[in-house]
């Protein structure tokens, strides 16, 4: 089997972007560690602090945030950073070439019940000129690279450089990300779905009426049945539809009229909907391509769509949107 860098080495893309991505593995390396260490090393649980988004920090959101920011500031070719965990970007280096976008711990809440957890990334390029948050403010579309890191029984690195999505898997003896999946695809039709249903009466109708066709199952207009799969992380539910199809869904919702949507664009979506779509997937909010959507500021959020292309447009119809077009793999 390859290894991470011999895979990296074989490809594309410029050896400045692939040590970057190795140094972002090497540091999810560390990461599995001290989440495999959870309570024998005293860090579960809940700080005193809250994120920019209100939430509650867990321990290992501060410790997980701090590895990946000094791994980053001592990688040099880091000129910026934005995370989950950050009130405002960082300024690494005056003169790196890339900006990095993390959502450090995904599923945080899992991690006092030894549930799936996760590291998202994405990797734009660095524009010329003073740092600044719009210097990040760029679609998904200008994404160098992107992935994420599942902490599971195994720990995965799925990743693409907009060549396809590949999976890596950490052998455990040797300590090296190796190649187990060199072409991810993901079936366009499904009869699998993930969606919070505890928010089911807060939804907009189109995602109402979608929801219960799929629970009608053989007697509903879908005429076939469906299951229903959540982990709440969206690492360990996409990485589900990436292995073996499905749809992915956290859509917008009206429990609390400030924050209509969940996941963040920059960290989350972003990353998320470009290995989908280079898996043979697509990604959307119900009404628009996430990838094709320019950010306003760097903890936005949006809804998310994304997974099986077949069952997406099924989906989008009930929004009365037609995306039938094939994503571009380029």
């Avoid at 321990?59 to 001592?74: E, G, Q, R, S, Y």
């Avoid at 539910?237 to 869904?249: A, E, K, M, Q, Y």
């Avoid at 306003?296 to 989906?315: K, M, T």
């Amino acid at each position: 089997m390859q290894t991470l860098a011999q895979t990296l080495a074989s490809s594309k893309i410029n050896d400045s972007l692939a040590q970057l991505i190795l140094t972002l593995a090497d540091t999810s390396k560390a990461i599995s560690l001290a989440v495999r260490h959870g309570a024998l090393a005293g860090v579960l649980g809940a700080t005193e602090q809250e994120n920019v988004q209100g939430e509650t920090q867990k321990k290992l959101d501060v410790i997980t945030n701090d590895m990946l920011k000094d791994a980053l500031t001592a990688a040099g070719d880091v000129r910026g950073l934005a995370s989950e965990e950050e009130d405002f970007v960082v300024e690494v280096s005056k003169q790196g070439e890339f900006l990095v976008c993390f959502d450090p711990l995904d599923g945080s809440s899992n991690i006092d019940i030894n549930s799936l957890v996760g590291t998202i990334f994405s990797v734009l390029p660095a524009p010329t000129g003073p740092l600044t948050e719009q210097s990040f403010l760029q679609s998904g579309r200008q994404q160098l690279a992107a992935g994420y890191v599942l902490y599971g029984p195994s720990t995965m690195l799925a990743l693409t450089t907009g060549q396809g999505t590949q999976l890596f898997t950490l052998n455990p003896d040797t300590q090296e990300f190796l190649l187990t999946d060199a072409a991810m695809a993901i079936s366009p039709d499904t009869g699998e779905f993930a969606i919070n249903m505890s928010n089911q009466r807060f939804w907009e109708a189109p995602m109402q009426t979608y929801i219960a066709d799929l629970l009608l199952g053989e007697i509903g207009p879908r005429e076939k049945p469906f299951n229903m799969r959540w982990i709440a992380a969206m690492v360990g539910d996409v990485h589900r539809v990436l292995s073996r199809g499905g749809i992915f869904t956290y859509p917008a919702d009206n429990k609390n009229p400030n924050k209509p949507y969940k996941l963040r664009l920059m960290y989350e979506a972003n990353p998320m909907a470009f290995l989908v779509e280079q898996a043979g997937g697509k990604a959307s909010t119900g009404y628009e391509t996430i990838l094709d959507i320019t950010p306003s500021e760097i903890h936005q959020r949006v809804a998310v769509i994304l997974g099986s292309a077949n069952e997406v447009d099924a989906c989008l119809s009930y929004h009365g949107i037609d995306y039938s077009e094939e994503p571009e793999l380029g």
